[in-house]
């Protein structure tokens, strides 16, 4: 159960981060209440992952989640450059969450 509510964490995490992006684009209360429920969730989700999972590890596959789905979000929505080594470094970032799983 831990590792789904990091994973989920990790996608509220890109949530949030979407929101950003938003805000800057448009301000509004709606987009700060979204900002805010975006990464509270992401917050209080870490928080139960992290009383199964070592802190080091909990953080390290979440913070790889939330940066890596953010750059792809970021190519997808925003059109932000695809270029082939950007998404071998996500890939990367990716790569080192699921062997930190892998070990842990």
């Not at 997808?76 to 969450?97: S, W």
Request: net charge positive; proline share 1%.
């Amino acid at each position: 159960m831990a590792w789904l509510f990091l994973v989920i964490a990790g996608l509220f995490e890109m949530y949030g981060v979407t929101m950003i992006s938003q805000l800057h684009k448009k301000r509004s209360w709606q987009g700060v209440v979204k900002l805010f429920l975006g990464f509270g969730g992401s917050f209080v989700l870490l928080s139960l992952a992290m009383k199964n999972l070592p802190m080091g590890t909990a953080y390290a596959v979440w913070t790889g989640i939330g940066a890596s789905g953010g750059a792809f979000l970021g190519m997808l929505l925003h059109g932000e450059a695809r270029d082939l080594r950007r998404i071998a470094c996500i890939l990367m970032i990716l790569g080192a969450a699921v062997g930190l799983k892998v070990i842990a």
